[in-house]
């Protein structure tokens, strides 16, 4: 991996990792794994909706969490078959941080190493026997365009929209619709206007709902 691709990671005193670059914590300064299962898994209403082959794509892979999460409840659903994951993430975080946050979580540490694999050669899929993940790195607006393939649940997850604004403009909200199998859904954290809009204009029927901890309101929609 290109060293000049990656994220610095600075830590709070409560052991939160942050982003040198973006100035945003990479998760809830509450409990990062139940803001994941709260916004991302429930926002997508995943336990009603796994079947065999189910794709789940990803703007910002962060520290692997929602991968952990997502790839729990899969495992716990007794779905047959593989989940498959793709996500997108522009400066991946070093390995070792990423096993750093992930050890905050005592459900999430016995699939750390395998996100840390993934981090370490993200050109190298990830197969497992619960799980085919991939992890596509570079600008989402150049990435994403390209991918050939669909999504039928999207977390999107990049920080702050007043911080990376890049990946959360017009143009790449008409991409994940693009890239969103018929009837599949999004959820996110943010609730913010332009946001919301842009996911409306690009044909998601949008709802804003409680957010989780100290986030009043997240929002999920499902395509038109």
């Known amino acids: 991996m290109d060293k000049a691709q990656t994220d ?15 100035d945003d914590p990479y998760y809830s300064l509450d409990n990062g794994l139940a803001e994941t299962r709260h916004v991302f898994l429930d926002g997508n209403d995943l336990a009603a909706r796994f079947r065999p082959g189910f794709h789940i794509a990803e ?10 999460a997502a790839r ?3 495992m716990a659903s007794g779905t047959p078959g593989r989940l498959r994951f793709t996500s997108f ?8 941080d990423a ?7 005592p459900d999430a540490v016995r699939l750390a190493e395998d996100t ?36 039928d649940a999207w977390f999107l997850d990049g920080f702050s929209p007043a911080k990376n604004p890049e ?11 693009r890239h969103t199998a018929p009837g599949g859904s999004f959820a996110t954290y943010t609730a913010a206007g332009d946001v919301r ?28």
């Open 116 to 151: 840390a694999e993934l981090l370490a050669d993200p050109r190298k899929p990830l197969i497992r026997d619960d799980i085919e993940m991939r992890l596509i790195t570079g600008d989402a607006r150049e990435s994403l365009p390209a991918w050939k393939d669909q999504a």
């Open 8 to 22: 610095r990671t600075l830590w709070r005193d409560n052991g939160v990792p942050v982003s040198e670059r973006f």
């Open 167 to 177: 990946l959360w403009g017009a143009d790449l909200m008409a991409e994940v619709a």
């Open 89 to 96: 993430e522009a400066f991946p975080m070093p390995p070792k």
């Open 72 to 74: 729990l409840a899969w």
């Open 99 to 105: 096993l750093r946050a992930l050890s905050a979580f």
């Open 197 to 224: 809009r842009a996911l409306v204009a690009a044909g998601f029927d949008v709802t804003r709902v409680p957010g989780y901890g100290r986030k009043r309101h997240m929002s999920t929609g499902r395509k038109r």
């Open 59 to 68: 703007l910002g892979f962060g520290t692997g969490l929602n991968l952990i």
